[in-house]
Every structure is written in C-alpha cells, then in structure tokens.
C-alpha cells in the first residue's frame, strides 16, 4: 500500500505491506519490479523538486497563501519605502529573494519521499507566516495542492510502470 501524507512542513511518501509469491510467476516478476522501484525513489528527487519550487514561483508572483488567498495589501509606510512594484512578498517580481533563494529539500530512502520547502537565511520569512502586532500575517510555507496533486501521478507512474509523465 503506498500513502502520501502531511509530515511536519512537508509531506511525505510511505511504502508499506508484505507480499510472498512464488518467484517464476509474471505476477511475482512485476511485484518484484514495483518493490525494487519503492526501493529507489532517487529517480523522482528532480522531476518533484522541480514542481515545487515552480509551485512556489507561481504563487509568489501571484501574491496568494498556498490555499489561494491574496495577501494582505501592504501598509502605506511600506509601499512609500518600497523600492519594487510587485506583490507583497516579491516586490522585484522574479529577482524577488522569495523566488530566487527558495530551496526544495527532497529526501529519497527505501520506500520514502520527503520534502520541505524553505529559504535558508532569510530569517524574517517566519514573520510573514504568523504576522506581527505591525503587520499581517502573509503565509509563505507549504505547498500548493495543484503542486502535490501533480506530484502523484508521477510517483503512481514510477512506481507502477518505471518511468513518469
């Protein structure tokens, strides 16, 4: 049985059953093939990091929450200093440090994917997630459900047949 679930920040992919069968049989062949595929998701680190961080491209330039919601407009003292014209959190549009120093952590084990999003030195991100008692919370952390409703089909795809779409 296989399962993608929320874990902590990030959601992960778990593999998890028993099966015995006989080893001549074409059905115990492609059990074989599709346990050996559980045993390596490697090949799936790229095609899955890539989707992400896309994901979170599109939504920053779009300036919405991973759920779609727009972004609480920005405070007149802050548009007046701004040096950029784009949404809250990526006034320079796609030089924004939002897009370009965002980095997708993708984890491979036996049966196991993992991954987290995050933006490794920019500490002030935390303070857009839950807002301040001078500014709104602007959520950036998680991830898009179009992003992992299309990260299933690969890994269905993978798994079941050795190769994704």
Avoid at 72 to 99: C, M, Y
Avoid at 106 to 119: E, I, K, N, Y
Wanted: aromatic content about 12%.
């Amino acid at each position: 049985m296989a399962f993608l679930s929320f874990v902590s920040g990030g959601f992960g992919f778990g593999f998890g059953g028993g099966v015995s069968f006989a080893p001549k049989s074409k059905i115990a062949e492609r059990l074989s093939d599709i346990a050996k595929r559980c045993g390596d998701l490697s090949p799936l680190k790229e095609p899955i990091r890539q989707v992400l961080w896309e994901g979170n491209k599109i939504r920053s330039l779009r300036g919405v929450d991973v759920q779609g919601n727009k972004f609480a407009p920005l405070a007149i003292s802050t548009l007046r200093n701004r040096k950029g014209f784009g949404p809250p959190l990526a006034p320079h549009w796609s030089d924004s440090r939002v897009v370009t120093q965002y980095v997708v952590n993708v984890q491979a084990g036996v049966g196991r994917l993992s991954f987290t999003g995050a933006w490794p030195g920019l500490y002030w991100m935390e303070y857009h997630q839950t807002g301040t008692r001078h500014m709104p919370a602007r959520p950036p952390y998680g991830f898009r459900k179009i992003d992992i409703d299309a990260i299933r089909p690969m890994l269905n795809s993978y798994v079941m047949k050795g190769r994704w779409s």
